[in-house]
């Protein structure tokens, strides 16, 4: 049901137009506060059960170089060169990792309370990374390779994907040692991967051809390698996977820009995916660029950057590929590792904005990069100890069901409003409020008793969370299923500044939600 016409008041008269009526669900703004009916509340999407994802890098997997962690004093806010086009000069900015140790409990405990979810292992190493099918983790890699995945390495992941219920998304190597003699891509490695996953008792779910074809360079193709090189490969990738995985979903482009070569790339493939694949990073952190000051990553103008880039992809996707799903299978705070406050309560504003923004839009799949790995990582990635954007994953994965509602507010500064029916009890109503104005509190009316759920931190670029002004500590993981909120009463609801709340409605009687 919508009603007819809606008069938006004064306080959003700039964002409406003055005076404007609009045809929007059954709200009104008021001078004090928005008014939402949540039994009235249209479907507008609906999304994967395994909609929130998360990435583990190739690299993470083998060891090997990775981006270093950020130091007290280190010196990475000079003006540098930017290392997606010059990484092979640019050493300095990696470190040497140990493998990622999958069988940890306390790591498998965490990524099993985001389940279910997709785990993606990729990246810009699995370019160049060779399967080697043996035990041996002293052999070196072929000419023509970067490094080396042995099988037990690969085990080990299909071992994890298994226990924590996320199977997997990968892409293969496409360095010139995959190549024949005329520079044809050969599928022997990925052959032998989908081999032994099977073998282990795994599955791939769904793989890009190869990760990020926009940035050729530092992703470890041959010299010159442009889109006619990507069509010829990509035709002998697609009819390779339809006869030896036919089940598998096959994602591309896999780019993440928005220039004429992502759009020539999407119609290269457009014909082969069954679902559109890309990535998202708002800017380069401070290690491949000049530093961006952390005052605006709460900004209207930051957060709206995901939009855009979905915007552009849809776009292609409707001429080209209409119908088909659209993923996003890598995003996160900034490229090149995220900058200094990805792993504070700062990050965790465009973390929950996001994956508001896109399920509305439709996108069924958002895959944080990465689970724990680097500055911008859900988990600490020495101690496993939860971040702030763990947190605020963990709640919208105990309340934001798969049915996504339109709440008809308006973004605004200070008022960002996403509704879906609920995970918990499908017949509830929840809503994800978002507050990042650092001033003013704002006010929404709801007729309806509800249970309030608030995340905050002490100072912006905090590490340490709170719940209800409870802070959250990686013992009380296993106590949020169960957990009770904050009774509200019908009436006015405010939202303080710099906070973010989710709000469920039991009983809101929206037909939608059953």
Not at 97 to 102: M, S
Not at 358 to 363: D, I, P
């Amino acid at each position: 049901m919508l009603c007819s016409f809606i008069r938006i008041g004064t306080h959003l008269q700039a964002l409406a137009g003055a005076g404007a009526l609009l045809a929007l669900p059954c709200h009104f703004a008021t001078a004090d506060g928005v008014t939402l009916v949540p039994a009235e509340l249209p479907a507008v999407a609906t999304i994967d059960r395994r909609f929130q994802s998360f990435n583990i890098e190739m690299v993470e997997v083998t060891g090997g170089p990775f981006w270093k962690p950020y130091l007290v004093g280190d010196d990475l806010t000079k003006p540098r060169k930017n290392t997606r086009s010059t990484a092979a000069n640019q050493f300095d900015l990696f470190s040497n990792r140990p493998p990622i140790d999958l069988a940890n409990p306390q790591l498998r405990k965490f990524a099993s309370a985001l389940s279910p979810a997709y785990l993606r292992v990729s990246g810009t190493w699995a370019n160049s990374t060779f399967f080697s099918g043996s035990d041996d983790a002293t052999s070196s890699p072929p000419a023509g390779y970067k490094g080396v995945l042995t099988a037990h390495r690969w085990r080990n992941v299909v071992d994890f994907s298994r226990a924590i219920n996320a199977p997997i998304v990968t892409s293969f190597p496409i360095s010139p040692g995959t190549r024949d003699s005329n520079g044809v891509w050969k599928p022997d490695s990925a052959q032998r991967m989908l081999v032994a996953t099977r073998a282990a008792g795994g599955q791939i779910a769904a793989a890009e051809f190869m990760n990020e074809p926009d940035l050729p360079e530092i992703g470890g193709a041959p010299a010159g390698y442009g889109s006619a090189a990507f069509a010829r490969d990509f035709a002998v990738f697609h009819a390779f996977m339809k006869q030896a995985a036919p089940e598998m979903t096959v994602l591309g482009p896999g780019t993440g820009g928005r220039t004429p070569l992502d759009a020539e790339l999407f119609q290269t493939s457009a014909s082969g995916i069954d679902a559109v694949s890309y990535h998202f990073y708002g800017a380069l952190s401070e290690r491949c660029a000049t530093l961006h000051g952390a005052d605006a990553a709460i900004s209207e103008e930051w957060l709206s950057r995901t939009g855009q880039t979905f915007a552009f992809y849809r776009v292609l996707r409707d001429s080209a590929a209409p119908g088909k799903p659209i993923w996003l299978t890598e995003t996160a705070e900034a490229a090149c590792g995220g900058n200094r406050w990805s792993s504070t309560f700062l990050d965790t504003f465009r973390y929950l904005d996001q994956l508001g923004r896109l399920a509305r839009a439709g996108v069924q799949i958002v895959m944080h990069n990465t689970l724990a790995g680097s500055d911008y990582g859900l988990l600490d990635e020495v101690t496993f100890v939860p971040r702030p954007n763990y947190w605020a994953a963990l709640l919208w994965r105990q309340f934001m069901g798969s049915v996504v509602l339109d709440p008809g507010v308006p973004i605004q500064q200070g008022l960002h409003v996403y509704a879906h029916c609920g995970r918990r009890n499908p017949r509830d109503v929840v809503l994800l409020v978002i507050n990042n104005d650092l001033q003013n509190a704002r006010e929404l009316i709801l007729p309806n008793r509800s249970e309030r759920f608030t995340l905050a931190a002490a100072t912006l670029q905090d590490t340490t969370v709170s719940l209800n002004s409870t802070a959250l500590r990686p013992e009380m993981v296993d106590q949020l299923p169960g957990l009770a909120g904050i009774p509200a009463s019908p009436g006015s609801m405010r939202f303080a500044p710099a906070t973010m709340t989710f709000v469920v409605i039991s009983g809101a009687g929206n037909r939608n939600c059953h």
